[in-house]
């Protein structure tokens, strides 16, 4: 069960849109519509913004949003304001009917 | 409002065991499948543990043969039994609730998590 691939770390000014890459493979990202995006704030329990792929719960703000091409999935933060800094995970099923995690990426709002 | 609250955590060392509980509320239990998550202090997010709302359990290469999940419909509470611990589960242990029902939520988001229970694995 290898870990999907995130970058470490992404960078934007407030306002601007930036994207968080997850790559995996055949097995997982891309083989499913079962990726899901999820924000964690220090010490905080995380928070879902995305899954299956696109689609936002109630409650996620409309500037979250989630798209998947092959074995790579993509979460798009528009507007970027300061409470947006925090880390970023995806997460797939697989075909072994588990699930897994990407690495994490930490956001920073310059 | 849903709710969900591990407990259970604590100090144990290596090779003992301990039982975390996940009290859950404001929704109905029986219908969702649900997750054990664990974080490592400065790591990230791992998950650990499936049961579905049958009851088939799947777990993480890491944990498998150590761990067991199970639920007790009845308290609308999920369990994990820890055993053989060891010093690299030492992590702040979190279980969740999906976004759907059924077989669909094991595969899905969850969109609900508890706060975390703390287990760490020292001698």
């Known amino acids: 069960q290898s870990a999907l691939t995130q970058p470490a770390s992404v960078s934007g000014s407030p306002g601007q849109s930036i994207t968080i890459s997850c790559t995996g493979t055949s097995s997982d990202v891309g083989g499913y519509n079962f990726v899901s995006w999820y924000q964690v704030h220090p010490d905080k329990a995380p928070q879902l913004m995305i899954y299956e792929v696109t689609n936002r719960p109630s409650g996620a703000s409309n500037r979250f949003s989630g798209s998947k091409s092959g074995n790579t999935a993509s979460l798009t933060i528009s507007g970027l304001q300061a409470e947006d800094e925090a880390d970023y995970y995806c997460s797939s099923y697989t075909s072994s009917s588990t699930l897994v995690f990407g690495g994490g990426t930490k956001v920073t709002v310059l | 409002e849903v709710q969900l609250l591990e407990s259970g955590g604590g100090l144990v060392q290596p090779g003992g065991s301990l039982r975390l509980s996940c009290a859950a509320s404001g929704f109905t239990f029986t219908n969702y499948a649900m997750i054990w998550v664990r974080q490592a202090p400065g790591q990230g997010l791992e998950w650990v543990s499936s049961v579905t709302s049958g009851g088939n359990t799947n777990y993480g290469d890491s944990v498998k043969g150590r761990f067991t999940i199970s639920r007790d419909n009845s308290k609308n509470t999920l369990y994990l039994q820890m055993d053989n611990l060891r010093v690299d589960d030492t992590a702040v242990y979190h279980c969740?609730?999906?976004?759907?029902?059924?077989?669909?939520?094991?595969?899905?988001?969850?969109?609900?998590w508890g706060l975390g229970i703390l287990v760490t694995v020292s001698s």
């Open positions: 969740a609730k999906p976004v759907t029902t059924g077989t669909r939520g094991q595969k899905s988001g969850f969109d609900y």
